[in-house]
Structure formats: structure tokens, C-alpha cells
């Protein structure tokens, strides 16, 4: 007979991440595997496709050694040089609208802007992996809106116009949608864009598992010249392009008090330009882009990984993507990290062969850093876990870094065997910074006072 986790695993210093779904906490582990087939593994393999792809690509250098960590540079806050938090500085707070399921959505975090004048609220998905801010719209008597659900129609707005253009939106997991290129008066919290670049996506051209989601659109967020952040500063609507994610980890909600009819509810901050103090604790842990970071993406150095404080991996690479889950890496680092931790086994369930994921004693982990800039980021098991298994081994945990087994994973991370795909499961906990202007992301600790609340 099944024995659940030891109740201080779910005291209400717990908070769940992603699926914990039964009251004692226990993680459906198909459901990982079926989600990680549907969006996750073809999310990773489009992301790291199109970095192959780009010219400017350099390749991954592979390395799996020691070495040693240096101590914490002075790295100069790309903040503070734009005057974070002096007179006259500018930013807005938006509530992070997060999936507490994340059972079907592909992208961990939602945000509510407004559109047009007058303005109509519309929520969008947050997405690092792309560049254009897109809504679902009604251009055409083709176009039918979706069930009790804001759409965007252009010409009601007196402040949109239209382009004559489209372009063709490449989604997270590699699929498509045309979109009309118009512009608009974007509004997100307190600070507005006028003449904002958006794409008008027509509802009869959107494939089923885009219209009539929990949201009608996308905000993208990689470094595209034509990203909306970069446009909000470029007007003097804020004081820095810089937004920053204070992870959802904040909410107090026990597994067995979530509410499965409410699965989207506000949980952590989105702060666009300068990020007041009182969010983090610390100093913020800087990061250049990699120099093999090419395009458009977010990857940064990785110093370290360390388990139980002992250092694994060094040299590594990684992508902050806010469209997985999870935290992806190539086999060879998959089954390194497995053997590091006792007693950590792979899980068998039906998409074994297609789905690699590993549980662990709770009492074997104690902690799991990654170092970023020097600066070592810890997750405690209960964060960095996706909960129990069921299993004749009792008090077992299923870890959040999964792969690829075979010949797809192997290909898929073929000249990039030390990146890592640092998804939700780590933004959860943190602060994360991005900065368009410094091309930098920073990573602090969040303030108490803050996950408090």
C-alpha cells in the first residue's frame, strides 16, 4: 500500500510547482511524459533548431569537468546605471497570472494587457522564445470570435492602422500562424506604447490549440529589435527595457487546497522597466549572454551544478525559456546528474521510451544549486521536485530535469551536449531579469516579505 510523502514535505512551506495534483502530493508522472511529448520536447527541439540554424551560431563547446568557481564579481547593475529607483524613475507592476496545473497550457506564465482606444483587455502568454506580440483578432466575416473570451477587432480601435503586411509567427513548438501587421496602442499596467508593432492573428487561421485557450495571444520576449519592451522605452514609458519575472513560488496554496475548477490565478509579479528593491534580497548576479548565444535567445553562461554542495558540472550552458516547464538537458548530462544523486532511479511508466525522467529518496537531496555569475541559486528538494511517485519505495521524489532517450534525444542536443533548458520550475523561485539594452539576465533571491504575501 502507497505511503505519502512525510507531511512536513507539505506543510505550507511547500509550495507546488508543476502537477502536483492528488491531496498527498503525489505527481502524475504520465501526465509529465504526455505534456513533455505534446509541447515540451518539441518546444526544446524548435528552440535549439533555430539556434543551429542562425549564422552567427558558434556551437557549444563540450565540456564535462571540474573546476574551480571564482569568487563573486562586482558587476555593475545595468539597473542602477538607468537610474533604478531614483527620482523619475519608471515602471509598472503587472500580476504574473500563472497556470497552477499546467496540465495542457504550453507556456508557464500569462500577463493582462489592453488594447486599442478605447481599451480592451485582452491576457497574453509570456514567451522568451519569441518576438512579436500577436493576437487572436477579427479581420474578416470569416472570422468568428471565441467563447465567453476578449478578441482583438482593429477597426473599433481609433488608434490602430493598418500595415498592409503580414508575417508569418513561428509558434514555441515549431507550428505557425499568418498574422496582419498593424499598430496600436498597447497598454500594459500603468505605461503605454503608442503605435506599438502587433500582429492581428485571424481567428479561421488559428489551428484548435491556439484559439479559445486560456489566452488570446503571445507577448514575445526574446531580443527581436522588434520587441514591445524595447518600444516602451524608446517613448519614455519606462526608464530601462528591462522586465523581470518575481517567480510565482510566493503563493501560500497547499496541494490539497488548490481549487481544480480555478487553474489560472495571479501568482508572483511582472515588472517592467526598473525593479524596486524590495522584490529581492541580495545583490542581483549579472549575467552577459553567452558568446555562442546567437539571434535572439537568452542563453547565459551556467558555472556550476552542484548537488548537496558538491560541484558536478562545470562549463555549462543554459537557455532561460519561459515556454518549458521544466529543466531539459542533453542524455549524457541527464544520466550524469542521476548518478550524482543516491539512489536516484530512472521512473518506469508507459512513455518510458520516448520520456526520460528519474525519482530520488527524499532524504538523499538536500539541496540542487546551478551558478550563475558566481552566484549559486539553490532549490530546495521540495522546490526543485515535482512531488512523490506512486511506487513500492515510499518517500521517493520525481526530479524536474528530464530528457530524451534514443536517438532523438542525441540529435536533438548533438553539438550542444552542456546546454541546459532552464524552464519554470526554476523561474518559479527566483527573480529573473531580462535587459534588451545590456543584453544581460540577472538572477536574485526572492525578499521575504515578498513571499509572504
Not at 473570451?149 to 477597426?155: A, D
Not at 501568482?267 to 549575467?287: H, K, M, N, P
Not at 552542484?306 to 531539459?328: K, M, P
Not at 515510499?394 to 551536449?417: K, Y
Request: aromatic letters at 8%; proline letters at 6%.
Amino acid at each position: 500500500m502507497h505511503t505519502p510523502l512525510e507531511w512536513p514535505y507539505l506543510t505550507k512551506l511547500f509550495r507546488p510547482p508543476k502537477f502536483i495534483i492528488s491531496p498527498e502530493g503525489i505527481c502524475d508522472t504520465e501526465l509529465v511524459a504526455s505534456t513533455l511529448l505534446e509541447h515540451g520536447f518539441p518546444r526544446c527541439e524548435h528552440l535549439l533548431s533555430s539556434l543551429r540554424s542562425d549564422p552567427a551560431f558558434t556551437g557549444i563547446p563540450e565540456r564535462l569537468e571540474e573546476a574551480s568557481i571564482q569568487e563573486a564579481k562586482k558587476i555593475s547593475s545595468p539597473l542602477a546605471a538607468a537610474g533604478a529607483g531614483g527620482a523619475g524613475a519608471k515602471s509598472t507592476i503587472i500580476p504574473l497570472i500563472s497556470d497552477v496545473w499546467n496540465g495542457s497550457e504550453p507556456i508557464n506564465y500569462h500577463a493582462q494587457i489592453t488594447l486599442g482606444t478605447p481599451s480592451h483587455p485582452i491576457y497574453v502568454d509570456l514567451d522568451t522564445g519569441s518576438s512579436l506580440l500577436w493576437v487572436q483578432s477579427l479581420l474578416s466575416p470569416a472570422d468568428t470570435p471565441p467563447q465567453n473570451q476578449p478578441i482583438y477587432t482593429p477597426h473599433l480601435s481609433r488608434t490602430s492602422k493598418d500595415l498592409a503586411q503580414t508575417t508569418v509567427v513561428t509558434y514555441g513548438d515549431g507550428s505557425s500562424l499568418l498574422a496582419h501587421l498593424y499598430q496600436d496602442t498597447v497598454t500594459l499596467g500603468e505605461v503605454s506604447a503608442t503605435s506599438a508593432l502587433l500582429g492581428a492573428a485571424p481567428t479561421h487561421l488559428l489551428r484548435r490549440g491556439l484559439l479559445g485557450s486560456k489566452s488570446g495571444g503571445l507577448f514575445g520576449l526574446s531580443l527581436s529589435p522588434r520587441n514591445l519592451v524595447k518600444t516602451l522605452r524608446s517613448q519614455g514609458a519606462i526608464a530601462s527595457a528591462t522586465i523581470s519575472l518575481v517567480g510565482p513560488r510566493n503563493d501560500p496554496k497547499l496541494a490539497r487546497e488548490i481549487d481544480r475548477n480555478r487553474t489560472l490565478a495571479p501568482r508572483g509579479q511582472l515588472v517592467l522597466g526598473d525593479l524596486d528593491r524590495s522584490f529581492y534580497t541580495g545583490e542581483i548576479a549579472w549575467c552577459d549572454l553567452a558568446a555562442v548565444a546567437a539571434g535572439d535567445r537568452w542563453i547565459v553562461p551556467l558555472d556550476a551544478v552542484r548537488v548537496n554542495g558538491a560541484t558536478i558540472l562545470t562549463s555549462q550552458y543554459a537557455l532561460i525559456d519561459t515556454g518549458t516547464a521544466y529543466i531539459v538537458t542533453s542524455p549524457a548530462v541527464y544520466s550524469h546528474v542521476k548518478a550524482c544523486i543516491p539512489g536516484a532511479e530512472d521512473i518506469n511508466h508507459p512513455s518510458s521510451t520516448s520520456t526520460q525522467m528519474f525519482s530520488f529518496p527524499a532524504s538523499s537531496l538536500q539541496s540542487i544549486e546551478f551558478v550563475f555569475a558566481s552566484r549559486a541559486l539553490a532549490m530546495k528538494k521540495q522546490d526543485f521536485s515535482l512531488g512523490g511517485i506512486r511506487d513500492e519505495k515510499t518517500g521517493r521524489m520525481a526530479s524536474s530535469i528530464v530528457s530524451i532517450p534514443g536517438d532523438r534525444g542525441l540529435e536533438m542536443f548533438s553539438d550542444m551536449q552542456n546546454l541546459w533548458v532552464i524552464g519554470g520550475i526554476f523561474l518559479d523561485n527566483f527573480v529573473t531579469v531580462f535587459d534588451f539594452e545590456k543584453r544581460k539576465v540577472g538572477f536574485a533571491t526572492i525578499a521575504e516579505e515578498e513571499a509572504a504575501t
